[in-house]
């Protein structure tokens, strides 16, 4: 057996009369009239392979081990499929089974599965419809985000996990620690303390695990000019919804010599291409999604792709949300956050297509932006999208000194922790821009599945570490 083997993708794409090696693991069996047929896949696309065995053709000791979930290869002759929706099948006349799944116990069957039950058997999921869709969307996401900056000459910086500063200024660190010791005792794993002192941790001082690749992916910016970070970021944020996790994809371009003009043509441009790539190779896996999960998913997606973004300021939004007349739940003025719901309502009811927001409160935004001559509002902005609303936030950055050091200052942040991020503006500063995207709201708003904890293999939220 080698790994360039032939996937069922592609024996689905040959012509009646070949002789194929199909590998895979059972959806289902069912024998009638003296055949039994047996859907096969291996995860290479969203269709099965219908294998169809004639009475008498394999051992019948044999076809009694082929249940739900075993792992087999059927070896035959493509004949043409009188079935609707398949072209071919495979007429099996050898088989070789590498590992039995006892139909008893085998927890992934043919029923329907609430999405809860499959996260509890995330390690087998994968092989159902809409998992195996789910991680062929995001591995074409992710082939077409690196796609995207290294057409453009973006370098790819991998930016540390651990950090001793928090990009964000929000807390809600997970520490990184060797001072706290593991100790197994006849109750259970417990914890004990070795040391109160950070000088004799590891590090020799405090550290945790990044929330945001942004702070070091700008040094690079700042020498190599464009450059992003893909990689994860962790928040210890005890929060149960199904659009948080405590551990994340981030996507995070960073240009030299780019203010947030350029910011914004960039963000606009990378979201039509990707959703754009993945409607052109995702067509099985994106047909599903819009039959079962999300009804009106491609027509949302093909709009976004064909759509120029409409731009507005932060204040623009607020005047249109106050005239609205709508009953939202949360307030909109001047000085509070966005809500889903008011940019839901700006990119489908009001603007009919996708909105990037401009120049919002400095209150509310990172230390790190720009702050306009107002003094008021920074040189941020938000790209919304209809169904979802936020996909991505960026900012032109702060690249004057003092004006920084302020605003680090007027937040409670400690300088001394972004010394190394204060030199940049020592030594040769430059005007420089970059936005944030978690990838996996990106893999929801492609998928339309509802809860970030089926868009990932496996989730890390409060209580949840397993697999």
């Not at 949300?321 to 008011?342: I, K, R, V, Y």
Request: aromatic share 10%; glycine share 8%.
């Amino acid at each position: 057996m080698d790994y360039r083997r032939t996937t069922i993708k592609d024996i689905l794409a040959k012509t009646p009369g070949e002789r194929v090696e199909a590998y895979g693991w059972v959806k289902t069996k069912r024998d009638s009239k003296g055949v039994s047929f047996v859907q096969l896949n291996d995860g290479s696309c969203f269709t099965d392979l219908q294998v169809v065995i004639e009475a008498g053709t394999l051992p019948d000791e044999d076809l009694k081990r082929v249940s739900t979930g075993a792992c087999v290869m059927f070896a035959g002759e493509l004949v043409e499929s009188p079935a609707a929706g398949q072209a071919v099948e495979l007429r099996g006349e050898t088989i070789t089974i590498y590992g039995e799944a006892d139909p008893a116990s085998y927890p992934l069957q043919k029923k329907g599965a609430s999405f809860e039950f499959l996260r509890e058997i995330a390690h087998l999921r994968v092989r159902g419809n809409t998992f195996g869709a789910v991680m062929r969307v995001r591995n074409r996401a992710s082939y077409a985000v690196h796609r995207f900056f290294q057409e453009r000459g973006f370098n790819w910086i991998h930016t540390p996990i651990i950090t001793a500063s928090d990009c964000e200024g929000a807390g809600a660190m997970f520490a990184v620690s060797t001072l706290l010791e593991a100790e197994p005792t006849p109750e259970g794993t417990q914890f004990r303390l070795k040391d109160t002192d950070p000088a004799n941790d590891f590090f020799g001082k405090p550290a945790y695990l990044t929330v945001s690749g942004q702070l070091n992916v700008e040094t690079h910016a700042l020498g190599l000019t464009n450059v992003y970070t893909f990689g994860p970021t962790f928040r210890a944020e005890n929060s149960n919804t199904p659009r948080h996790l405590a551990e994340f994809w981030m996507i995070e371009p960073e240009m030299a010599f780019c203010d947030i003009e350029g910011d914004m043509n960039l963000a606009e441009e990378f979201v039509r291409e990707v959703i754009g790539d993945v409607l052109d190779h995702c067509g099985p896996d994106l047909d599903f999604f819009n039959k079962r999960i999300e009804p009106e998913l491609l027509q949302t997606l093909e709009h976004v792709v064909n759509s120029g973004f409409e731009r507005l300021t932060y204040t623009e939004a607020i005047k249109l949300l106050e005239a609205s007349g709508e009953n939202f739940e949360f307030p909109c003025d001047w000085g509070s956050d966005l809500q889903s719901e008011h940019e839901r309502w700006l990119t489908e009811k009001k603007i009919g297509r996708p909105v990037i927001v401009t120049d919002y409160p400095k209150e509310i935004k990172a230390f790190y932006m720009y702050g306009n001559d107002d003094g008021q509002t920074v040189r941020a902005m938000d790209v919304l999208v209809p169904r979802i609303g936020e996909l991505i936030g960026g900012s032109q950055r702060e690249d004057r000194l003092d004006v920084l050091e302020s605003r680090i200052v007027e937040l409670g942040l400690p300088l001394e922790a972004y010394w190394w991020y204060l030199d940049l503006r020592r030594f040769g500063s430059a005007p420089h821009s970059g936005f944030g995207l978690g990838f996996e709201r990106l893999v929801m708003y492609l998928t339309g599945m509802k809860n970030i904890r089926d868009v990932i293999p496996f989730h890390r939220t409060p209580g949840q570490a397993d697999f």
